[in-house]
């Protein structure tokens, strides 16, 4: 009896031993093949961050000097600042319009003498927005005019109508998106 347990004991630790051997080599093996997934020779990945300042944080247009009648034009110079640490391309587009004076302004937004952006109030939405052609460096702020025309055709009947809404600016890293891609 004495024989079998000392072949029992050996069998056990040649088994505990068989056992841990295994797990190193699989804890290795694991290792080897999670590093050859994540590790690329000379492949570096930089993360960088994207921010906008629309006209320094200021309204564009208050709402104040909206009272204009068939014919007249409003012109505005607002900024758009890149604060982020990438390259972007910016998507201005108008958002919440409301009131009766959407179908007979036409906006125009130039960026100098270039005309980015021509149409009516309820046509300038973020599916159809105005988008910069040239990327925004780091730290550049690029000054663009909006124009704001009353059709010279309208009657009375808009005489006491209003219109409010919100100009809003979106951001995109521009390098990697030649399509200009804002999700």
């Known amino acids: 009896m004495d024989k079998n347990q000392n072949r029992t004991k050996k069998n056990?630790?040649?088994s505990l031993i068989a056992v841990a051997v295994l797990f190193v080599m699989l804890v290795f093996t694991t290792y080897a093949l999670i590093s050859s997934f994540v590790s690329v020779n000379e492949n570096l990945f930089q993360t960088e961050t994207v921010k906008i300042e629309l006209n320094g944080g200021k309204t564009v247009f208050d709402g104040s000097d909206m009272n204009i009648e068939p014919?007249?034009?409003?012109?505005?110079?607002?900024?758009?600042?890149?604060?982020?640490t990438a390259e972007i391309y910016v998507r201005l587009y108008l958002e919440n319009v409301q009131g009766a004076l959407q179908e007979v302004l036409t906006f125009s937004i130039y960026e100098g003498d270039k005309l980015l952006f021509n149409g009516?109030?309820?046509?300038?939405?973020?599916?159809?927005p105005c988008i910069s052609d040239t990327?925004?460096?780091v730290g550049e702020i690029r000054t663009l005019t909006a124009v704001v025309k009353m059709d010279e055709n309208a009657g009375n009947a808009y005489q006491v109508a209003g219109?409010?809404?919100?100009?809003?600016?979106?951001a995109v890293q521009s390098k990697n998106n030649p399509d200009k891609t804002f999700e």
Do not use: C, Q, Y
């Open 135 to 137: 990327p925004l460096a």
């Open 71 to 84: 014919g007249h034009t409003l012109v505005r110079n607002f900024t758009v600042e890149n604060k982020g």
């Open 120 to 128: 009516s109030a309820d046509e300038w939405t973020r599916e159809s």
């Open 163 to 170: 219109i409010t809404f919100d100009m809003t600016a979106d």
């Open 12 to 14: 056990a630790v040649s």
